[in-house]
């Protein structure tokens, strides 16, 4: 199948210009001007004028059927990533979970047999450890070797995922042998447990308070915490879902010291804030760790992006309904589960704020959305790039489009959306992936199990010395 997508403007990190992309099978085969002109033929002619031509969407950062606090994040793969293919996202990283006791392996494979066969768009996998002991350890090397070459470790959820100082660093260690990258979860969860209790002992148990007790400088102190240890131990570090000035503070002061310190952020800090929280109990629907934050944040962070101190946004996907999963915590902020849908607004929200708000440029944007996370996570350039070889995974995008997003109009698997009412500029129009359209014209045309796992490749940012891609 050959596919000829013409007189569209072709948007990648590194500029903009008109061209054709011919593709042929999975894979851009051939990008130049007025191609059928010169004899180019195909089975197909997509005529884009007017629109972009960008890599699709990488979200590095899902929670697909995630258990949490006593019930399961909303969305399963399939309907996660049909989420993300109507939102111009064409792979989601997520997360696979180590159980307690058990062995990354187990966890691993448990995470592969949800998203087998079920997912509409490529998927990769993080890898959870909840356990630092010699045999996860020594998981962790052959798991680099084979395509899964991140850790999630958290300085959070005490008794949960939390691994203490020790722990954190002799992971560390690890990857300084085995090429590996270490992404942290980075707030004091043992201070902010105190913090919590104190409240709701005091009665003050409304969602509100979620966003309260989990202090901004909790984030600070944790996320400096971890990124000295990565400096003793001689590797760099990702911090995941930063959301407040005071952690960015410390990628920064880490960065100018020429500290190897990577920070993704994710819209609903950028988009979102804690006067949504209040409203008595409707302020579950935006109950997630770290809490949303006050609204004079947001624009350091967005600061944070254009300065490259935030080097690209994820989501951390994670939706619960309001209606019989947030309800778990009514009288009780503590037990409302964690997490927001997400996936299908990253990318318009992004360019809405970014590019049509006048902070960046269309290049940077897909920098932040596509490009970054594909050369972070060991994806580039088969992913994150319209270039001869990569892989078509291509959206087609409308600048022009004015779209109020709304949960009517959404097609992850919760009850309701945070973003109900935000109107936004640029939206997608078509989603391809490796060659075939998953969304095309906004009608759903892939099928579960159209989705290939990728095995990624070490980030070329883990090599603990020597030149990093980004200089
Ligand atoms: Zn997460």
Redesign the pocket.
Known sequence: MRTLITNGTIVTADGSYPADVLVDGETIALIGRDLAASGVTADETIDATGRYIMPGGIDV???ME?PFGGTYAKDTFESGSRAAAFGATTTIVD?AVQPKGGTLRSGLDTWMAKAEGNTVIDYGFHMIVSDVNDASLAEMDRLVAEGVPDF?LFTAYPGVFLSDDGAIFRAMQQTEKNGGLIMM?AENGLAIDIVANQYAEAGKTDPYYHGVVRYPVFEGEATNRVIRLAEAAGVPVYI??LSSRDALEQVKAARDRGSKAFAETCPQYLFLSLDDMGNGFEGAKFVC?PPLRPADHQEDLWTGLVKDDLQLVAT???PFDFHGQKDLGRGDFRKIPN?LPAVEDRVNLLHDGGVVGGRFSRERWVEIVSTAPAKMFGMYPKKGAIAVGSDADIAIWDPDREVTISQSLMHHGSDYTPYEGIKVKGWPVSTMVRGAFVVRDGQLTGKPGGGAYVPREKSPLAKPAGKSAWE
């Open positions: 950062h899902t929670h995630l997360f999630k979860h995941v879902h760790s951390d996907h994670c997490g």
